[in-house]
């Protein structure tokens, strides 16, 4: 029975950002679990290869080249999607991008491409889905990624921080529009883990140590340490689970 709870075959997830880093890993995780997947991206050569390394797993694989932030070109890419009979059962809002600067320093410019990328695509993609799922009446799963930075600030990285405490509130507000129609939205909210994103840091040695000895678990985090949380809330076993935001951190944000 428990295997059944976790299986999502028959079902199709778009991870947004999946063409590397944490995106990829989620993507891959989803479709090890039995979805098929829609990888996007803004590069059409790094989503090509990706797309190439899966498929030599053996995942089904779509390509969805498109810049989430772009309303008509979401839009578009949903009508594309739409001719080619793909249904998104599943969405991780995953893209989002880092830019760690003093408040008093960023342009306005800087401060809306972090909240476009973050916050607002997920709005936009999130819209797109949930209007396909509600029409279809067969329910689904939105999966929005926040960060320790849903909860506590951190100096330097303010229109992050400000992005991903929104993604935390527009998770529950989705769900409260949502849930009736059998649609479960929840976040996940990873910790400090080592991607492309996060290398800068790894390679500060003050950072790397503060981490070690902030995280009870005494490491950085992984990709993999994290798809599976994403695996299971986009799995029937999650299907009562709504309006949450799951932390997988090593247990940073439990302990002083
Ligand atoms: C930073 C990091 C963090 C992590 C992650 C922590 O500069 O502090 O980029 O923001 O990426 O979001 O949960």
Redesign the pocket.
Known sequence: MSQKMFDLGGRTALVTGSSRGLGKAYAEGLADAGAAIVLNGHDAARLAATAAELRAKGYTVHEALFDVTDEAAVTEAFAKLDAQGVAVDILVNNAGI?L?KPLVDLSMEEWRKVIDTNLNSAFLVGREAARRMIARGRGGKVINIG???SEVA?AT?AP?TAA?GGIKLLTKAMAAEWAEHGISVNAV????IVTE??QP?VDTPSFDNWVKQRTPARRWGTPADVAGTVIFLASAAADFVNGQIIYVDGGMLSVL
């Open positions: 880092q760690r960060s320790l930075t951190r990285v992050y991903k909210g990873p910790g400090y994103m996060t840091l």
